[in-house]
Each structure stands twice: as C-alpha cells, then as structure tokens.
C-alpha cells in the first residue's frame, strides 16, 4: 500500500529555517516524480517543487532560491529544505507522488503545517 | 508562464444536477490539464488526467472534455459527498505544474 507521511512542520520565525520530510512507503521515491504543493489557510492548492528523472529539479517562482527539494533513496524519502521564510510561506505543505514520471499526483500525504510568525 | 482561471469560482445546485466548471489556460496548453477533488480538512484527490481520462476508481459521472485552451470539467449527477472544492492543474513540457484557483461546489 502506498503511503506518504510528512513531518517537520512547526512555528518558526521570519528569517528561519526548516526541514520538512516525507516518508514514502509501497513505492520507491526515486521511480517517481515528486512534488511539494502547498496550500495557505483558506486559500487553493500552489505547486511548490518537483524532483524526478535524474535529480531534475525546478520551483516556483515565490520559494526559488530560498527553497531545496531532495530525496534520499536509502531512507526512501523526500525532503524540502526551506529557508528564509517569510509570513507568506505559511501554509499546510502536501508531498504528493506522481504517476511515474508525470505530474497526475495520485497520492498525498496528510500534509505538515508551517507557521511563519513572530 | 501559463495562467489558468476557473469558473465560476463557487457555485450550488440541487442533487441530481449536472453540473459544469471550466477552466482556461492564457496560451495553448494542448491535453495537459488534470482534475482533483478537495473535500474539506483532506488532501486532494485526482479524478481526471489529460483533460478526459477517468482515474481508476471514480465514478462515471465525473467526466472532463477540452484541449488547447478551454476545458470543461463535469458532473453529470451532483451527489451530496461531491461537495467539495474542484482544481484544475496544468503541467508544462518541463513537468512543472500550476493549479487554478478552484471551484468551490455544495448543496442548494
């Protein structure tokens, strides 16, 4: 059965730092693309970055430069390095697998809230 | 980069209604656009993949139809567990991906 656990959210100040994770079990991380999407209180659903065939990865605009997608085959897990964060950075952060190499996100995870405010 | 809108942005109806939601890309974005369903406090859930193919296991009345720049996402026979707010999503030859803003759908 394929699951996906995030972890790592949290309150953190402006300026911080964190790490999220996001435990996949059923399938092997390196196979698929993954995605990061988030999703602010209230608001709808923004794509934050991908990682897939051969490391290849690309951001959205609002996280590029402050935002570090990767993946540890041997733990089978995926993570986004987040710095710099600001207020608008708070949102509940979904993992999401693709369908192979393809962006149809057919699994999620329950998602990881961030909190940034001081 | 590629903007996609939907609408309308929030609509109700009555069971049994068929209901239809459209979203448009700013510039030709061929098949490339999905469906999900957002039930409210859960993760997204996808229902259709390249404009009209029906993911496994959702039910026929959820069908979607377009390419290029106009899509059409519908459901045939509103049911009181399709309240839930509905997003298209487009991806690029880069596999990067964008997300209307959604359609939020309950019960009249």
């Known amino acids: 059965e394929v699951q996906l656990v995030e972890s790592g959210g949290g309150l953190i100040q402006p300026g911080g730092s964190l790490r999220l994770s996001c435990a996949a079990s059923g399938f092997t991380v390196s196979s698929n693309y993954m995605s990061w999407v988030r999703q602010a209180p209230g608001k709808g659903l923004e794509w934050v970055s991908v990682?897939?065939?051969?490391?290849?990865?690309y951001y959205a605009d609002s996280v590029k430069g402050r935002f570090t997608i990767s993946r540890d085959n041997s733990k089978n897990t995926l993570f986004l390095q987040m710095n710099s964060l600001r207020a608008e950075d708070t949102a509940l952060y979904y993992c999401a697998r693709g369908r192979i190499h393809l962006p149809y996100f057919d699994y999620w995870g329950q998602g990881t809230l961030v909190t940034v405010s001081s | 980069d590629i903007q996609m809108t939907q609408s309308p942005s929030s609509l109700s109806a009555s069971v049994g209604d068929r209901v239809t939601i459209t979203c448009q890309a700013s510039q030709d974005i061929s098949n490339y656009l999905n469906w999900y369903q957002q039930k409210p406090g859960k993760a997204p859930k996808l229902l259709i993949y390249?404009?009209?193919n029906l993911e496994t296991g959702v039910p026929s009345r959820f069908s979607g139809s377009g390419s290029g720049t106009d899509f059409t996402f519908t459901i045939s026979s509103l049911q009181p567990e399709d309240i839930a707010t509905y997003y298209c999503?487009?991806?690029?030859?880069?596999?990067?991906?964008?997300f209307g803003p959604g359609t939020k759908v309950d019960i009249k």
């Open positions: 990682i897939y065939s051969g490391d290849r990865t």
């Open positions: 390249d404009a009209s």
């Open positions: 999503q487009h991806y690029d030859n880069l596999l990067r991906v964008t």
